[in-house]
């Protein structure tokens, strides 16, 4: 540091750039972690034990943890619905509505509607690129032919 208590310029981080660029990769655990899963390894057996226990003496939170650990909670739930089959863009309108017409009626929720419309938009998209890619090859076919 300087007398004025900045630090010099020559020593500053660049933008962009880390100050420490071979710092611990992405995804790798803690040390605390890693002595917690340590001190569980031996024990692993005992703990699951004293949690079934617990939970066959009536403690709720016991049989709660144990459930949620076997039995894990569902991000979501399948459902049933009509959709017609879907191989054009020019066919997604049809299906669209038919997603909307079930919602109105009751069928499905709208949150599930707009989780499925949303499929469908990315359907789309990839029919677009498919049909994109081949306008495009039919394209280069034809100026090589030149």
Known sequence: MTDDGEQPKDTRFKP???GN???RRAGTRSKALLALDA?????????AQAMIDKA???DTTAG???LERIWPVRKGRGISFELPEVAKA??????????TRQVAD???SPDEGAAIVSLLEAHRRAIET?????RVEALEERMAKK
Not at 90 to 99: G, Q
């Open 16 to 18: 962009g750039q880390s």
């Open 21 to 23: 660029p071979k710092g």
């Open 39 to 47: 001190l569980a390894e031996g024990e692993a057996n005992k703990i």
């Open 56 to 58: 066959k003496e009536g």
């Open 64 to 66: 709660r943890m144990l």
């Open 90 to 99: 020019d066919e997604l309108p049809d299906a669209i509505a038919k997603v």
């Open 106 to 108: 009751g069928d499905i």
């Open 130 to 134: 498919s049909d994109l890619a081949a």
